[in-house]
């Protein structure tokens, strides 16, 4: 998540230095260019995060199930 913020401050910095060198007609091509490699690095966190996800899904299983037997268990005994 800390990742998604940072990309997304750095592309509102850049919007803002890309108006503000737009209004002093100085070049700004460079910045407009790093306003979309923030946007590709975003939908790259976005679809690395979304197979990290998909990987560990197994393994959150295997720990809700164990959490389930731990919580029964404990019911169990306090019957």
Not at 12 to 19: D, L, T
Not at 20 to 42: D, E
Not at 48 to 55: C, E, L, S, V
Request: charged letters at 15%.
């Amino acid at each position: 998540m800390f990742l998604h913020f940072g990309v997304a401050t750095f592309f509102i910095i850049f919007g803002i230095w890309a108006y503000s060198s737009a209004a002093l007609n100085k070049p700004y091509g460079w910045l407009l260019g790093a306003m979309g490699a923030m946007i590709v690095l975003w939908f790259l966190f976005y679809f690395m995060g979304r197979a990290g996800k998909k990987k560990g899904k197994p393994q959150m299983q295997q720990l809700h199930l164990f959490l389930m037997q731990v919580l029964n268990r404990k019911e169990a005994s306090q019957d």
